[in-house]
């Protein structure tokens, strides 16, 4: 396979790998929350959105990869247009992920 059908491949697919990783990390947050023996402190609004924010950075990971990817080949970003959506979801998370660290209380 050559570098560029490997490149539209890889772009094709982070949509649905995504989605697979938000998927994962709402059933595996869910298992654990389950088997947890832990008495819950939080209401179940509050464990909702943390796991909410858990598999938007979860879905984060094949765009952050792809970015990485192009960072080192920029041949690839013209093709990354298709991925709009996607690497907006990643900027949200990271942002999410960066507002709540820089707010929390040492």
Request: charged share 10%.
């Amino acid at each position: 396979m050559e570098a560029a059908q490997a490149h539209s491949v890889l772009v094709a697919y982070v949509p649905q790998a995504s989605g697979a990783c938000i998927i994962a990390a709402l059933i595996i947050g869910l298992i654990v929350r389950i088997r947890s023996k832990t008495p819950a402190t939080r209401t179940l609004v509050e464990e909702a959105g943390t796991e909410l924010l858990r598999a938007i950075a979860a879905g984060a990971v094949p765009s952050a990869v792809v970015l990485i990817i192009a960072g080192i080949r920029p041949s690839i970003i013209p093709d990354l247009t298709a991925l709009n959506v996607p690497i907006a979801a990643a900027g949200v998370a990271l942002l999410i992920v960066s507002v709540r660290t820089a707010l929390k209380p040492s």
